[in-house]
Structure formats: structure tokens, C-alpha cells
């Protein structure tokens, strides 16, 4: 089992910056990547896009948000981090984190919200 908690998430203005955070717990060790995803107003589940991937061989990015926005990791913390940039008002979503085992079994966290307007 693994557990994840988002956090900070909330409202900003065109061309600011938030970074969220996910914390981690339980059996990391089977944990293969770490995935950050957003699922915009109005659209259903099936509709969430990945934004962003974590292993412990490289990175990687939606079209998106390639050069705003960095997925990162503190170990100590047991935390992964989206640091988003240059927000814009198509960035507003619920933002996701998951968590892919070897065994291709993926966990979600509950998400948090980001508004971006004026």
C-alpha cells in the first residue's frame, strides 16, 4: 500500500507560481515513478492529463507545461514537489499525484485545487 497527500494548491494570478507538494508513505521501496496529473473543470475523470513523470532514470513532460513547470523529489522528506511557473488561466485543474508500482498497480492521491485568474 502506498498513501499519498497533496498540498498547496489555492489561487493565482496569471504569470505567478505555485508548488505542490505529495507526500508519500507506505511500501516505497515498490514505487517505480511518481506522476503528477490535473483533471480540468468540467471534464470527467477519464479526460485527466499526465503532466508530469519522476523515476530514478529520467523526467518527463506534457507539451503543456514543458519549461514552466519541474517535478522534483526530496527523499528526506518522502515528498515529490510540482513547481509550477508562468501559470496560466488553461492551467486551473485539480491536480493529482500518483504513484506507479513495478507491478504496474498506481495510486492516487485525492488531489488539489488550482485556480489561476485575475
Known amino acids: 500500500q502506498v498513501q499519498l497527500v497533496e498540498s498547496g494548491g489555492g489561487l493565482v494570478q496569471p504569470g505567478g507560481s505555485l508548488r505542490l507538494s505529495c507526500a508519500v508513505s507506505?511500501?516505497?521501496?515498490?514505487?517505480?515513478?511518481m506522476n503528477w496529473y490535473r483533471q480540468a473543470p468540467g471534464h470527467p475523470e477519464n479526460q485527466r492529463e499526465r503532466?508530469?513523470?519522476?523515476?530514478?532514470?529520467?523526467?518527463e513532460y506534457a507539451d503543456s507545461v514543458k519549461g514552466r513547470f519541474t517535478i522534483s523529489r526530496d527523499n528526506s522528506k518522502q515528498t515529490v514537489y510540482l513547481q509550477m511557473n508562468s501559470l496560466e488561466p488553461e492551467d486551473t485543474a485539480t491536480y493529482f499525484c500518483?504513484?506507479?508500482?513495478?507491478?504496474?498497480?498506481?495510486?492516487w492521491g485525492l488531489g488539489t485545487q488550482v485556480n489561476v485568474s485575475s
Open positions: 500518483t504513484a506507479v508500482q513495478y507491478c504496474n498497480y498506481k495510486f
Open positions: 507506505g511500501i516505497i521501496p515498490s514505487i517505480y515513478s
Open positions: 503532466v508530469a513523470t519522476l523515476t530514478d532514470s529520467y523526467t
